[in-house]
């Protein structure tokens, strides 16, 4: 539980989860254990649903690095990374300039 454990202390990932939850992008056990995460926290969670969190959300939906220039991606900027296939800001406008 490594990689939950490191969440646990960053409260910015709800800012996130919020976003994935509000634009659709979960459904069934994932929804509604990203939703228990939101309300009452990683710990809530039985050893069972972490599981599931930590494979179909968090494998799925946090970018650690961007992909073009492998700077890291705050908190702040990961959804739009989410929605940019995996890229920082910076990168996607330099990508619409260009383009
Ligand atoms: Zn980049």
Request: glycine share 12%; hydrophobic share 30%.
């Amino acid at each position: 539980m490594g990689q939950v454990k490191r969440y646990l202390e960053e409260n910015e990932i709800n800012e996130l989860l919020e976003l994935l939850v509000d634009n659709g992008h979960l459904e069934g056990s994932a929804l509604g254990i990203t939703k228990q995460v939101i309300d009452r926290g990683v710990n809530s969670l039985s050893s069972k649903q972490k599981y599931v969190f930590e494979n179909k959300v968090l494998k799925n939906y946090v970018i650690e690095s961007c992909s073009i220039c492998g700077g890291g991606i705050s908190w702040s900027e990961m959804y739009q990374a989410i929605e940019n296939e995996g890229i920082c800001g910076y990168c996607e406008h330099k990508l619409s300039k260009d383009g």
